[in-house]
């Protein structure tokens, strides 16, 4: 597999105007998530969420550490053709991360008793892809929060001076949105929306006995 090329710099001075220029991207990027998707960065829409995955999975493809390996089975092993010698074997799989995400999620599961070493090997694109996704994502939403404060700078300073029953009732309203959410999905069984109102009057309750 090839080593990512090195970055080099004619001086402290010219690494630190890329350090500057590659900042100014960033925010650059962090500001048109927020004027383009829904919720940013504190929600996202699955279709928005889909489309962001298919440009990271794309930059991922270009990167050596992501780069397709071919294998050729020789007697039911996979093998990287790299680390084979003499005539290759008729049967080749090249594993890329476009092949690793063309499956469909009943395709990937069939091919876990089917074809153990193939999804084993198909597993592991997927899951370290899926991580760099992530990052790019966190990466993403801290950028985007940053301008938020650059474009609503009393907002922090609101934060700082609220008082804590303020605090307090703004926790709780976010917590009765998330569960009523969570409990609309069907797939949290923790949140019951029921309970967590029973669970706030009882606490507020206790708040006003022990003033």
């Not at 709780?172 to 019951?192: I, V």
Request: with cysteine; glycine share 4%; proline share 3%.
């Amino acid at each position: 597999m090839s080593k990512e090329k090195a970055v080099t710099f004619k001086s402290i001075s010219d690494f630190g105007y890329n350090v500057a220029k590659r900042a100014d991207a960033v925010r650059g990027d962090g500001a048109w998530a927020l004027d383009h998707l829904k919720g940013f960065p504190d929600e996202i829409l699955s279709e928005d969420r889909a489309e962001l995955n298919e440009g990271f999975r794309k930059r991922a493809s270009e990167l050596p550490k992501y780069e397709a390996v071919e294998y050729g089975v020789v007697d039911g092993n996979y093998i990287p053709v790299s680390q084979l010698s003499g005539d290759l074997p008729m049967e080749r799989y090249i594993v890329s991360v476009a092949s690793a995400f063309s499956y469909t999620q009943q395709q990937f599961g069939a091919m876990k008793s089917e074809n153990p070493q193939l999804y084993l090997i198909v597993q592991d694109v997927r899951n370290r892809v899926n991580k760099y996704c992530s990052n790019c994502l966190s990466d993403l939403k801290a950028a985007a929060r940053k301008v938020l404060k650059e474009r609503n700078p009393e907002t922090s300073t609101r934060a700082a001076t609220k008082s804590f029953a303020e605090f307090v009732e703004s926790t709780l309203d976010t917590m009765k949105q998330r569960c009523k959410t969570a409990e609309a999905r069907g797939n949290d069984p923790t949140a019951n929306l029921k309970a967590l109102d029973a669970a706030i009057i009882a606490f507020k309750v206790k708040m006003e006995t022990v003033k």
